[in-house]
T-cell receptor
């Protein structure tokens, strides 16, 4: 059974600092997704990572995927208050197009 | 038009009611999705339509019935729901492949009494 673990689950950090959110998964997969959700709002798709070694960047966020380690990271550079949100990673199980599992989410609070 | 719309925004229904949620996009996307999200929990994928063909998530009870009348429209028909089905229901679409970058609607908040 595919399991997806994010850590930390809650992170409070100062503006201007760098930090990394980790997403580990338990079985073979080469597709991983990152989403953002503001409180009380819908989801926003951030990154789609489709191969080992994939790296994508958008503004202060950078995501990477290591399929051999079954690990993805979401790195935040010089955090700003507007990045406060919950971040989810999700993994779909290899050869099962109808099964995607989300991590529990990392609630990120950036102090101004 | 780069928007996914969902109606209604809020819905309260009894356990014997039949209701439908509607999702629409006019971006020419060929994949559409329904998610369920309970409070303070991660989303759960319910259904995927890809090129108007359904991909079924095995864990979804039959009281939820999806319908894709055309490539722009996705419905979720609700019948005999339980209070534990109360949640935020999110619709999304993507260009072609079933897990490309998704564009989400604002969601429908459902309360089952």
């Amino acid at each position: 059974e595919l399991k997806v673990e994010q850590n930390p689950l809650f992170l409070s950090m100062q503006e201007g600092k760098n930090y990394t959110i980790y997403c580990n998964y338990s079985t073979t997969s080469d597709r991983l997704y990152w989403y953002r959700q503001d409180p009380g709002k819908s989801l926003e798709s951030l990154f789609v990572l489709l191969s080992n070694g994939a790296v994508k960047q958008e503004g202060r966020l950078m995501a990477s995927l290591d399929t051999k380690a079954r690990l993805s990271t979401l790195h935040i550079t010089a955090a700003v208050h507007d990045l406060s949100a919950t971040y989810f990673c999700a993994v779909d199980e290899a050869n099962r197009d109808d099964k995607i599992i989300f991590g529990k989410g990392t609630r990120l609070h950036i102090l101004p | 038009d780069t928007e996914v719309t969902q109606t209604p925004k809020h819905l309260v229904m009894g356990m014997t009611n039949k209701k439908s949620l509607k999702c629409e996009q006019h971006m020419g996307h060929r994949a559409m999705y329904w998610y369920k999200q309970k409070a303070k929990k991660p989303p759960e994928l319910m259904f995927v339509y890809s090129y108007e063909k359904l991909s079924i998530n095995e864990s979804v009870p039959s009281r939820f019935s999806p319908e894709c009348p055309n490539s722009s429209l996705l419905n979720l028909h609700l019948h005999a729901l339980q209070p534990e089905d109360s949640a935020l229901y999110l619709c999304a679409s993507s260009v072609g492949g079933w897990m490309e970058t998704q564009y989400f609607g604002p969601g429908t908040r459902l309360l089952v009494l």
